[in-house]
């Protein structure tokens, strides 16, 4: 058994429960011992209590009451219990004083909040799980903490995120991935969905979406079935030139966007699924624009450390250690401190 302070961190999106048993050394460096995944937010059909706790039993029949830390969905309006949205600007001091602690099962549990922001046009965006891979990837280098910098974190819900001088300044989401999903197995578009990636189809259908008019893509989204029609791509192919014309109107959406100016960054942080990940590179390197993949579960793990960092500096409850009682329940309400927007 590996000597140090154990602790669960747990991922839990909609679709997805990605659970970590870590381990903190005497150093304050972090062990990945095991991973183990379950059901996503809204396929449970018992309750988030017997979800977690059928996922993690190995673990706590081995290491007994395991601090708990999660992030995500979890936390939302459809989850076990909400935390608040931040407003941005926000830093990650502000995020670990607003985690939402309390116990289960003799296991102190700790879940992460989430953002919001507001854009000039009245338009409000909210981001909840993304935000630990945000805090994971500032505290990698602290040449992240300085400056301007985008990050795209690629899903089925794209985020775009800008932080400037470590705080999180605004993002803007794009549905991205999920609409990939819908039209590649609800409309009339795909005939046979396929995972098999054909590049130039791809490419083909990414420099469609990138040249195109304003307005012009849901017009465009046809050709995806014209196209096979008439023998200008094949069948097998269509699901490729669907995920580029996706891909490149997303990227070319973040490209006119007001709220950052793409002249001004060194490059583009991309945060995902490696093959996603890779598909957005391309789609920005067609337009010259350079970018940086990072490891998901690597920066993932680095924000639950950061988090934990961040309660111990300021002198809040730490999320490491065992409730004090049965029913304990601690939120930023119950501490004295920096109280975050």
């Known amino acids: 058994m590996m000597s140090g302070l154990h602790f669960i961190t747990i991922d839990w999106g909609t679709s997805h429960l990605r659970a970590f048993l870590c381990c903190i050394d005497q150093q304050d460096e972090l062990s990945l011992i095991k991973r183990v995944t379950g059901l996503g ?3 449970i059909t018992s309750s988030f209590e017997q979800e977690l706790f059928d996922c993690i039993s190995p673990w706590t029949e081995e290491y007994g009451k395991l601090p708990i830390l999660m992030a995500g969905q979890i936390g939302s309006s459809i989850g076990w219990k909400e935390t608040q949205y931040l407003a941005c600007p926000t830093s990650p001091k502000s995020v670990a004083s607003a985690c939402l602690q309390f116990e289960s099962r003799g296991h102190q549990v700790t879940i992460v909040p989430g953002l919001h922001c507001s854009h000039n046009n009245n338009y409000r965006d909210v981001l909840r799980g993304e935000e630990l891979q945000v805090l994971g990837w500032l505290a990698e280098d602290a040449s992240h903490s300085k400056g301007r910098h985008l990050i795209c974190l690629p899903g089925t819900h794209t985020k775009w995120v800008l ?5 999180v300044l605004k993002f803007k989401t794009a549905m991205t991935g999920e609409l990939f999903d819908l039209l590649s197995n609800h409309s009339v578009l795909i005939q ?24 012009s893509f849901i017009h465009g989204l046809f050709s995806v079935r014209s196209k096979q029609l008439f023998n200008e791509l094949t069948p097998e192919h269509a699901t490729s030139y669907l995920s580029g014309m996706l891909i490149g109107s997303d990227v070319r959406a973040a490209l006119n966007a007001t709220e950052w100016d793409f002249n001004e960054l060194d490059s583009v942080n991309v945060i995902g699924n490696r093959q996603l990940s890779e ?7 067609m337009l010259d624009i350079g970018a940086t993949i990072h490891n998901v579960e690597k920066v993932t793990l680095a924000g639950f ?17 065992k409730p004090n009682t049965s029913e304990s329940q601690t939120t930023n309400d119950d501490i004295d401190g920096d109280i975050a927007p």
């Open 41 to 43: 937010v809204t396929k």
């Open 163 to 167: 932080v400037n001088n470590g705080q």
């Open 305 to 321: 450390l950061s988090i934990v960092r961040d309660m111990r500096t300021m002198g809040l409850c730490n999320p490491l250690s």
């Open 279 to 285: 598909y957005f590179t391309k789609v920005l390197a």
């Open 192 to 215: 046979r969905p396929t995972t098999e990636f054909n590049e130039p189809a791809f490419k083909y259908g990414a420099k469609y979406t990138l040249a195109s008019e304003l307005g």
